[in-house]
Every structure is written in C-alpha cells, then in structure tokens.
C-alpha cells in the first residue's frame, strides 16, 4: 500500500510559471525523495531530502521537509514542456525500501 | 556509465505461464531492488537483493521470487501468471542498497498477461 497521498493529483500550466505539488506521508521517514517518470518509462531521481533537513535546491528545484506534519512539496521554477511528466514522491523508510506516493501529473503546456 | 539495463522491455504471456525478467544493475552496485506499478496500486516494493541475498521483501504471493548472481544481476520471476500481474515492472540499483541514497531505475518491463 501507498505512504500517502499527493496534491493535486494533476496539474496543468503554461511554460515559464511554477508547479507546486505536495506531499503527505504516514510513518516516520529516513528521508524524503522525488521522482519524475516520463510516460510510463523509468523513475528518474530528482532530489533527496534529509528528515533533518527542512528545504533543499536544486537547479530549479526546490523541496521542502515538514516533518511535524508529515508532508513535503516539490516546486518547480519556470517550466519548460520538457517538465511535462509524472512526479512521484518516495520515503525511505527503515528496511532499505521506498514507499511511493500515488503522483502527481504535470502538464505544461507551451 | 552504463544505466540500469531491464530486459525485455515488453512482454505478452498468456495466464498460467511463468516469465523471468532480468536487470543489469550499474557496474559496482550491489544492490538491486524490484518494484511493480500497476494504474491501481501504484509503485509497489517486491523484493531487494544485496550481495546475492535477499535482504527485504515486500507484501506480495510467493508467486513472484527473485534472485541475485555473483556479478550482482538480478532476476525476478512469476509463476502461474495471472491477468492482475499485468504491470511494469522496474529494478533499481544503488550500491549498497541504503535508503540514504537516491536510486537509479531502469527503463522497466512491461508485461502483459492475456
């Protein structure tokens, strides 16, 4: 079964604005990561975040750990269409496993 | 360096038949984790190998096994399939399999059970 839940379940914008999804999540984490998937394809990994780290950067990526009320989100600056996939996140938890999140779609459209 | 390596890509099998998927993790990796997606459950963990053991397994019938060779590829394998093991299937890599880290997935196997 799935960690959490993750909002909005699809989210469609124009090419330069920002997409924010979000995050919850159930037990205590390792750690919190992000991934993208490109039309059923492979996971691609984006980011990982600490559970002792509150926000991270990447490029135009920016996530961020709330640990107290169990959920992060992932922004992204300025999408391209190259963006449009679907983003996953994942915890890791004790056991050296992740528990995926059910994704959010992103459309960007040019 | 080479990626993570899933062969076949796709695959069609007909319900009661058995399959065997292969990954090639990235060279110095020894660990290999298997994950299925399906529309309605999502990712789902399987199973995880490390040096040619299986470390931790997931909620899933003893249907589906895998194991792990010296030079750390990985295959999984479904017996008496059925028309709900339709999914695709990915391995992951990393090197020593710790959550720490991020994973590197393959481009998956798609399987279809008719």
């Known amino acids: 079964s799935q960690q959490g839940e993750e909002d909005p379940q699809a989210l469609s914008i124009q090419e330069g604005e920002n997409a924010t999804m979000n995050c919850s999540y159930k037990t205590s984490i390792n750690n919190l990561q992000w991934y993208r998937q490109n039309s059923g394809r492979g996971l691609v990994h984006l980011i990982l975040?600490?559970?002792?780290?509150r926000e991270k950067h990447s490029g135009r990526l920016r996530v961020t750990l709330d640990t107290s009320k169990k959920s992060s989100s992932l922004l992204i600056t300025a999408s391209r269409a190259a963006d449009t996939a679907s983003y996953f996140c994942?915890?890791?938890?004790?056991?050296?496993?992740?528990?995926f999140g059910a994704g959010t779609i992103l459309r960007v459209k040019s | 360096k080479a990626g993570v390596t899933q062969t076949p890509r796709y695959l069609i099998k007909t319900r009661g038949q058995q399959v065997t998927l292969s990954c090639s993790p990235i060279?110095?990796?020894?660990?290999v984790s298997w994950y299925q997606q399906t529309p309605g459950q999502g990712l789902q963990f399987l199973f995880e190998?490390?040096?040619?053991?299986?470390?931790n397994k997931g909620n899933f019938p003893g249907r589906f096994s895998g194991r792990q060779f010296s030079n750390s590829r990985s295959e999984m394998n479904v017996s008496t399939l059925e028309l709900g093991d339709s999914a695709l299937y990915l391995c992951?890599?990393?090197?020593?399999?710790?959550?720490?880290?991020?994973?590197?997935f393959g481009s998956g196997t798609r399987l279809t059970v008719v």
């Open positions: 060279s110095g990796h020894r660990s």
């Open positions: 975040i600490r559970s002792n780290e």
């Open positions: 992951a890599s990393s090197l020593e399999g710790l959550v720490s880290y991020g994973y590197t």
């Open positions: 190998y490390f040096s040619e053991t299986q470390r």
């Open positions: 994942a915890t890791g938890v004790y056991g050296n496993k992740l528990v």
